[in-house]
């Protein structure tokens, strides 16, 4: 009933997000549809997905939007109409040269044909919780029973993401730092010379907001570095707690202000910094791999005693990688897109 | 584990480590920069020649990242065709490498060309990556690298309207890339695995599952979007023409080449022959529309009046060559089109490289700015010939090698019609590129007439204009000239390419 009501809300959800006109609700409102997705992944018992969810799409997603949208207006252009009015009536459209009816038209069947082929897949679909899934008993057979033994790392997501594979973590962290590098290139400008993203006087008035912060950024900061440490016995790791550390630099800036340009030129040198060495870590591990003899990745012929041994400090080595190159990465991706004062 | 056994690893690993370094070794000196650029991509390019070398006396190399066991870890897999493919991007990205400086230092600003080598280096990582692996999942992992990577660096052309088409294009290729996605889970969900080879012998049983059904459908429509296969082609003139020039050749030699060759791998390694023949009609829908995507190119580029984009659309039609001769899938046929991935990125690449050097000297992209040119780049403009007569189909080109062994296979499969289509897209290729041949030796450059002319002036303009001679910079016009090189060589010795890709098309056809 609950999982009913919860598809409920995310499709409600979505129609607003589309409908809105207004660009900042419809941020909000993709938050909360991440938060009810945080949810869902709960009820599926994905501990570790729905910790993302909230961290990466509830919460820094939201705030980077807004970033983004501080640089251009807030209200949606080009649409006279709502989302349903179109849908009622056709013959409303504006027409411009590049919208014809009959062009929506079409993109209305491809979408619908799009639709029908997805729900065509469903019919032959295991049972929601099957036991005998080919999901379930195939590889994940020894995930589940053999990745203590064979990892030293208690909670499997964490066995899996971060050995078993490894690599494709490796390479999402590439595309973090690729989306770091894309944001230097495109919209770096050469002189920053004020990074306030909010005025100063207008946030000295919010002395709530900045005793809340205050008191609350050092917490924050070091449940990210909890999260990070403790991503091998439970829900969490490098790329959740990079997220939230990340966050809390954002709040700091957000509050505070960075009136000073010195303080700006920091962040910037150190963010630079970062990006790469997080990612340079955990490819770096690899290649300690390859030098002690092993492939790559291969944590347990790392020289630092027992194979289970070295297999945990691995994982804890390339956790921290990630940790560090995601952080960066947020903080460089919000300082660029935040509007700067001239 | 020894440095021969570490191979297949390196090759991917030397340029994303050389991604991630430049933007700090940068910092004491550029020049650095760029000497890793080049020395990182022909590192790549020599491993990728000796893994080649390796399959050819010893079969199939299969490395075990982290040291898993596939299915449970991820499985680098090189084969003859990967270890084929693995040396025309590696290749093509070390000669655009060595050529790039002068033209990225004119075209992207002072301070942006770290981050820009950097994020070149994760493209090339990207598409390495996705020739390698043998796990469907870990592919979906380089596509978005190597797609994101390419997002930013068409943006940083020079124009605004880099924007819009790098936009277009991220919009369309994230749609693709989620198809992708979403036919993977499926696979996933239907056999439990993600290693292609175990996918191989899972999913036979499984043909008739709707699951199945509609993954394939997903990834086959997901990369015919980033293929740029008509009629998802939309995004690509404009790709192409407002990108910095590097990156035009870079994407044009390879890019089409890379998604390909995992549609040829999707059809006939993860699925197999017979899926693709009775299963579903998927042969035959690519063969309908690789034949509108030949014809409906070369008119388009008829039309061109950017040199750029001419070579765009020029392109949407090479990529139905390729895709034509997937579909037909006969030996010759699969001859002709695996032969066109390393033909096609040649010519390509020489013609962009060519386009390159004379946006360089006169920053100019029409092709009516390439007027008169044959005296004053004649090198350049030799290059251009033979890229553009490889285009055309001329025989002792590269261009020829590949028509022919597709017309055979047409043939061969009793499909007559596709002979006569192949000529008459080679007749309007030969239309649109004589045009642009004919400019550069036989007009003159136009004469820019000052408001002031005198009677004396209006006649000495009448008379031909002596230009000096004034050829692209030696690090440009050797890289360009050793493509145009390869494909006379190639052209005149095709044994060597079609050695190579015989055995690729047994192990693909199963013969």
Not at chain 1, 181 to 208: A, F, N, Q
Not at chain 2, 386 to 393: F, K, P, Q, T, V
Request: net charge neutral; proline share 3%; glycine share 8%.
């Amino acid at each position: 009933m609950i999982d009913l009501m919860l598809l409920l809300f995310l499709v409600v959800c979505a129609i607003a997000a589309v409908s809105m006109k207004d660009l900042l609700s419809t941020t909000i409102i993709l938050g909360v549809y991440s938060l009810i997705m945080t949810v869902v992944w709960t009820r599926l018992n994905a501990v570790d997905v729905a910790f993302t969810e909230a961290s990466v799409g509830a919460g820094i997603t939201t705030v980077l939007i807004i970033a983004a949208l501080s640089r251009t207006k807030r209200e949606e252009e080009g649409q006279e109409y709502g989302m349903w009015s179109k849908l009622l009536n056709p013959q409303d459209l504006k027409l411009t040269d590049k919208q014809s009816p009959l062009l929506w038209l079409t993109s209305l069947f491809i979408v619908l044909i799009t639709g029908a082929v997805l729900i065509y897949g469903t019919i032959d679909m295991p049972d929601f919780g099957d036991p005998d899934a080919p999901a379930n008993i195939h590889l994940a057979k020894r995930f589940i029973e053999e990745s203590y033994e064979e990892t030293g790392v208690p909670n499997f997501v964490t066995a899996i993401l971060a050995s078993y594979r490894g690599y494709d973590t490796l390479g999402e962290t590439t595309v973090i730092f690729t989306a770091g590098i894309s944001l230097i290139l495109l919209l770096r400008r050469k002189s920053y010379i004020c990074d306030t993203t909010i005025k100063e006087k207008e946030m000295k008035e919010h002395i709530v907001i900045r005793t809340i912060s205050r008191i609350l950024i050092p917490f924050v900061q070091l449940y990210a570095l909890y999260v990070i440490a403790h991503g091998e016995l439970s829900p969490g790791g490098g790329f959740q707690g990079g997220v939230i550390f990340g966050s809390s630099i954002i709040l700091y800036v957000i509050a505070f202000g960075l009136e000073e340009g010195r303080k700006v030129r920091i962040f910037r040198e150190m963010g630079d910094l970062l990006n790469s060495t997080g990612v340079l870590i955990y490819a770096g591990i690899g290649v300690l791999c390859l030098l002690a003899g092993g492939a790559y990745l291969e944590y347990d012929k790392l020289p630092l005693g027992s194979e289970k041994m070295a297999s945990s400090l691995g994982i804890y080595g390339i956790e921290i990688g990630v940790g560090i190159t995601v952080a960066a990465v947020m903080i460089t991706i919000f300082f660029i897109t935040a509007r700067h004062e001239r | 584990m020894t440095l021969t056994e570490s191979l297949p690893i390196l090759v991917i690993i030397i340029p994303l480590i050389s991604a991630i370094i430049i933007p700090l070794i940068g910092r004491i000196d550029k020049s650095i920069a760029f000497a890793f650029v080049i020395s990182a991509n022909f590192l790549s390019f020599i491993i990728s020649i000796s893994l080649l070398n390796t399959v050819m006396e010893t079969g199939r190399i299969s490395y075990w990242l982290g040291g898993w066991e596939p299915p449970w870890g991820i499985e680098y897999v090189v084969d003859y065709l990967s270890g084929f493919v693995l040396v025309i991007v590696s290749f093509i990205a070390f000669i655009i490498s060595v050529y790039a400086k002068k033209s990225v230092e004119m075209e992207v600003e002072g301070e942006k060309i770290l981050p820009f080598y950097s994020i070149y280096m994760l493209l090339v990582t990207g598409f390495m990556g996705m020739i390698i692996t043998g796990d469907i999942f870990n592919l979906y992992v380089f596509i978005e690298i190597s797609a994101l990577a390419g997002y930013a660096l068409i943006a940083i052309g020079k124009k605004r309207a880099a924007l819009i088409a790098s936009y277009n294009y991220l919009v369309l290729g994230t749609i693709g890339a989620t198809f992708i996605l979403l036919g993977i889970g499926y696979l996933y969900m239907a056999t439990g695995t993600l290693n292609m080879a175990d996918l191989r012998e899972r999913l036979p049983m499984l043909y008739d599952s709707k699951v199945v059904l509609t993954a394939f459908a997903f990834i086959t429509v997901g990369l015919s979007l980033k293929l740029a296969l008509f009629p998802f082609h939309i995004w690509l003139p404009n790709v192409y023409n407002h990108a910095p020039s590097v990156v035009s050749a870079l994407m044009a030699a390879t890019s089409a080449k890379v998604i390909a060759y995992v549609l040829v791998r999707i059809m006939f390694s993860v699925f197999t022959m017979k899926f693709d023949l009775e299963v579903v009609p998927v042969t035959k829908i690519l063969l309908f529309l690789s034949v509108i995507a030949i014809i409906a190119g070369s008119v388009l580029a008829i039309a061109q009046t950017n040199i750029k984009r001419m070579l765009a659309y020029s392109s949407i039609g090479q990529i139905g060559y390729i895709v034509l001769g997937i579909a037909i899938s006969n030996q010759l046929s699969m001859t002709g089109s695996l032969i066109h991935l390393l033909n096609h990125a040649l010519m390509k690449g020489t013609l962009f490289l060519v386009v390159g050097a004379v946006v360089y000297k006169t920053g100019m992209e029409d092709i009516s700015s390439l007027k008169g040119m044959g005296k004053k780049m004649p090198f350049t403009m030799a290059a251009f010939t033979i890229g553009a007569l490889s285009m055309i189909g001329v025989p002792l080109t590269v261009g020829f090698v590949s028509k022919w062994y597709l017309a055979l296979g047409a043939l061969k499969a009793g499909m007559w019609f596709l002979v006569f289509i192949i000529l008459v897209s080679s007749l309007l290729n030969a239309v649109y590129f004589w045009r642009v041949i004919e400019g550069i030796y036989f007009h003159q450059k136009p004469k820019v007439r000052s408001q002031k002319s005198t009677t004396k002036d209006s006649i000495e303009s009448l008379k031909p204009e002596i230009q000096n001679q004034d050829d692209a910079p030696v690090g440009m016009l050797i890289p360009t000239l050793i493509l145009a090189g390869l494909c006379i060589v190639f052209g005149i010795a095709a044994f060597i390419p079609v050695s190579v890709v015989t055995p690729i098309v047994n192990m693909l056809l199963e013969v």
